[in-house]
């Protein structure tokens, strides 16, 4: 038999039926939903008289459109202040009401970013194929799992079949070697890759992530990693089971229990690729050699180290990559050649389903541990992953950090990542975020994004500016 | 989904690569619960100087007249021409549906980004792969007279004018399952019914392999997560 991939193998345990055409029927073990992308896949079920094929494999939550103030979080979904945002969240409660599927609402302590508290719960499990009618679903391959984002008409395929119709992605090896420097994390691994290979290098792939640098990563730091895939234009990333997976599901509400642990485990412990597996493509990068990164553009490959400066547009060959730079710094407000360290900001945000789990808090609240937020900044959020990670970050004190740096401490939900609730920006507000994209209006009307790790968010905090997280610590 | 056969339109260029789907329908316009009402909010940003709101007259609001779908003559394009890794970012199908409910029938582009390309595949929308070179001449030659193009998705082929089959065309791939389902308007959802019995059987055999697959439903989930350092 020839040697497999981790995706050859994950493609394989779920093939329902196989075309002439090489179109397949896979199978969907986990199908998590929320309000934004579902409504209308679940008024086509009604319309088309359908029901969902297997509701234990839904699981749905509120996250996108939703309030993170406490003021607004103690009465439920009533509570909700915003009109539209309440009719959508109302509409999630409802379908998942009439269609018999398991929902976290809003008051809900288990209620977070779908993607943070999927993997908390061992609602998503290794070997699993897992969808969301959300890009960022490919956060769930850090577990060994075949995990990527759907569009709603395919919220609705699932919903009525458990399947989807497709056809086998290519295989892409991307290998991190080195030892990571002080201050420098998964999410920097992540945006050197995308600066170094662009927006588009995983179209049409499926990317596992090996090498040494990758295996000494938590799971958590992992979760980041396979986040970031999708900002790489992959639908899924992937990194293999080890110990360290096999640790961190292990004891989760929904993990397998008692006898089924044992089985569980067994089977786990072959969600790897073959030693002689072939791949469509490789890439290595020295993780050594990464410092700190920062975006400055409006797209995620428009990012650089720290120490470096903004890239001048005369200096690029390609007419239309020197189109995209001028544009991107006209929206940006930046001068070429000016040091990243030299941007002053406004807001900082640390939250999403990138950057809000718990060792994301306890890395920025390291570098804040004593600090104060710079007096030049308006506000600064700190929004948990869930309400899991918000109650775990309380009872080590790392809310009472950011309380005395002078930042907000928020309840669970995406939040400024996308601005769908108040949480955005106006108009030129320039924002250092952990979160995953800085395209144009992405966190606001004309806000102006620049991506980071949770570190270097607080670094951003205590300068009012970016700054260089290695010189505070 | 909805047919697609061949489609005959005025091409308008929007000569920039990366285009994400958050400038496509920017997020506002995503606390809605229904699939239109998108079509007047299409690229909002860059249609329009003000800050869209979900619901609004839009009739009233002062347009970007340096934006390519703001000028009389693009107004009655149905084909849009664009730079590499079309679609990009979020998954939201808002997108797709604010492309067609704008008038658009076809987009063209050296690339797409996978999930955008199914959420158009699934709403009728052809998207269409041209070599990067002929992106290029079509941009500049749509940027300096009316060009219009016929899409013939039976040939897999782009012609200039009308009726397909001109000395000046292309061809373009796109899967025969695609194809044919476009073709068809097929409802896909129906075609994988086909396979109810072949789907019982592998869920029947999965859960006897992975019987801790729904051991513990949620449902049944504790509240909180033992703590860890």
């Known amino acids: 038999m020839a040697k497999q991939t981790l995706y050859d193998k994950l493609w394989a ?6 075309r002439d055409d090489n179109v397949a029927l896979i199978y969907i073990d986990r199908h998590l939903l929320h309000e934004v992308t579902s409504p209308q896949a679940f008024a086509g079920l009604r319309h088309a008289g359908r029901k969902p094929w297997q509701p234990a494999a839904c ?48 008051d809900d302590p288990r209620q977070g970013i779908v993607h943070v508290v999927g993997p908390e719960l061992g609602a998503v499990l290794p070997g699993m194929t897992i969808v969301c009618g959300d890009s960022h679903t490919s956060t769930h391959g850090a577990l060994g799992a075949l995990a990527f984002g759907i569009g ?97 599901v292990r004891g989760r509400p929904m993990a397998p229990r008692a006898a089924l642990w044992p089985q569980a485990e067994h089977a786990w412990r072959e969600l790897h690729s073959d030693a002689d597996a072939v791949y469509d493509s490789e890439l290595v990068m020295d993780a050594g050699a990464i410092a700190p990164q920062v ?27 020197r189109a995209q730079l001028e544009q991107a710094l006209q929206y940006m407000g930046l001068e070429p050649d000016m040091a990243l360290t030299d941007i002053p900001l406004d807001t900082v945000f640390i939250g999403s389903c990138t950057n809000a789990r718990i060792e994301d808090l306890r890395s920025a609240a390291a570098v804040l541990r004593g600090r104060r937020k710079h007096p030049s900044l308006r506000r600064a959020l700190v929004v948990p992953g869930s309400g899991q990670v918000r109650r775990q970050a309380e009872s080590e004190g790392l809310d009472q950090i950011f309380l005395a740096a002078g930042m907000e401490w928020r309840e669970a939900g995406c939040s400024m990542c996308l601005g769908m609730n108040d949480d955005y920006l106006s108009p030129g507000e320039r924002c250092a975020s952990t979160s995953n994209r800085n395209f144009e209006g992405r966190q606001g009307f004309g806000g102006r994004t620049h991506l980071l790790s949770p570190a270097m968010a607080a670094a951003a905090t205590i300068h009012g500016r970016i700054a260089d997280v290695r010189e505070l610590l | 989904m909805a047919e697609f056969v061949r489609h005959s339109g005025l091409v308008v260029p929007l000569d920039r690569i990366n285009v994400d789907t958050d400038l496509i329908i920017p997020k506002q316009f995503l606390k809605s619960i229904q699939r239109t009402g998108f079509g007047v909010h299409l690229f909002d940003s ?49 997108a797709a549906w604010a492309l067609l409910e704008y008038g658009f029938r076809c987009v063209i582009a050296p690339s797409f980004s996978d999930i955008f390309y199914n959420n158009c595949v699934n709403n009728g929308l052809l998207p269409v792969v041209l070599a990067e070179a002929e992106v290029a001449v079509l941009m500049q030659r749509a940027a300096a007279t009316p060009l219009r193009l016929c899409v013939d998705l039976a040939a897999r082929c782009v012609s200039v004018g009308e009726e397909g089959a001109t000395p000046e065309h292309w061809d373009f791939e ?24 072949a789907i019982r059987a592998f869920e029947a055999r999965r859960l006897r392999e992975a019987p801790w697959l729904y051991a513990t439903p949620a449902s049944s989930a504790a509240a909180s997560v033992p703590q860890r350092s």
């Open chain 1, 13 to 18: 345990a779920h093939l329902v039926h196989e």
């Open chain 1, 59 to 106: 699981l749905a939550m509120v996250d996108h459109a939703i309030p993170t103030e406490s003021a607004q979080r103690g009465s439920g979904t009533a509570g909700i202040r915003d009109e539209l945002s309440r009719i959508q969240v109302k509409a999630l409660d409802d379908n998942c009401a009439d269609f018999g599927i398991e929902q976290f609402a809003l």
């Open chain 1, 152 to 248: 709603t008409s395919e919220v609705e395929h699932v919903l009525a079949t458990q399947c989807l119709l497709q056809k086998k992605m290519g295989n892409m090896r991307v290998c991190f070697e080195g030892e990571l420097s002080a201050g420098v994390s998964s999410k920097d691994m992540a945006l050197a890759l995308i600066g170094h290979g662009g927006s588009s290098l995983g179209v049409g792939c499926a990317v596992e992530f090996v090498g040494e640098t990758v295996r000494s990563l938590s799971v958590e730091g992992r979760m980041t990693l396979c986040n970031m895939a999708v900002e790489a234009g992959a639908r899924c990333g992937l990194v293999a089971v080890d110990q360290c997976t096999l640790d961190y």
């Open chain 1, 295 to 321: 975006s400055w553009g409006t797209a995620p490959d428009m990012v650089a180290a720290v120490d470096a400066v903004v890239p001048d547009p005369a200096r690029e060959a390609d007419p239309a990559r």
């Open chain 2, 46 to 94: 860059l249609r329009y100087l003000d800050e869209g709101v979900l619901g609004q007259d839009c009739s009233q609001r002062e347009l970007n007249s340096t934006f390519p779908l703001n000028e009389p003559r693009y107004r009655d394009a149905s084909i849009l021409l664009s730079g590499a890794n079309f679609g990009c970012g979020s998954s939201r199908e808002h």
């Open chain 2, 174 to 197: 796109i899967d025969d399952f695609r194809r044919d389902c476009l073709l068809r308007g097929v409802d896909d959802i129906a075609l994988s019914l086909e396979q109810e019995e």
